[in-house]
Nanobody
Framework: QVQLVESGGGLVQPGGSLRLSCAAS????????MGWYRQAPGKQRELVAT???????NYADSVKGRFTISRDNAKNTVYLQMNSLKPEDTAVYYC?????????WGQGTQVTVSS
């Protein structure tokens, strides 16, 4: 059974930083594609960043240069370091893992960027 548990969300001022964590079980983050998505109120869920088994990463244009996805294989955890946060980054952030063509999702963690 795959479980993804996000943590690290919260309220931060514009220009601030947060680090999200996704603790995985039932899926090995070093082997399967993992990613972060977000969904703002009234909008569709969108891709933020992905990391492949090779370590190759991909980012949405809106977060390039500000966000960094990484993983700790020993802890089986994926991270999203978010710097220079903007109000438009406000959303629920979801961890995603794809195992044997099946998408698994965490419960989401709220990130609010506001002064």
């Amino acid at each position: 059974q795959v479980q993804l548990v996000e943590s690290g969300g919260g309220l931060v001022q514009p220009g601030g930083s947060l680090r999200l964590s996704c603790a995985a079980s039932g899926i090995i983050v070093a082997i399967y594609p993992m990613g972060w998505y977000r969904q703002a109120p009234g909008k569709q869920r969108e891709l933020v960043a992905t990391i492949l088994n090779t370590g190759h990463t991909n980012y949405a244009d809106s977060v390039k240069g500000r966000f960094t996805i990484s993983r700790d294989n020993a802890k089986n955890t994926v991270y999203l370091q978010m710097n220079s946060l903007k109000p438009e980054d406000t959303a629920v952030y979801y961890c995603n893992g794809r195992k044997w063509a099946v998408d698994y999702w965490g419960q989401g963690t709220q990130v609010t960027v506001s002064s």
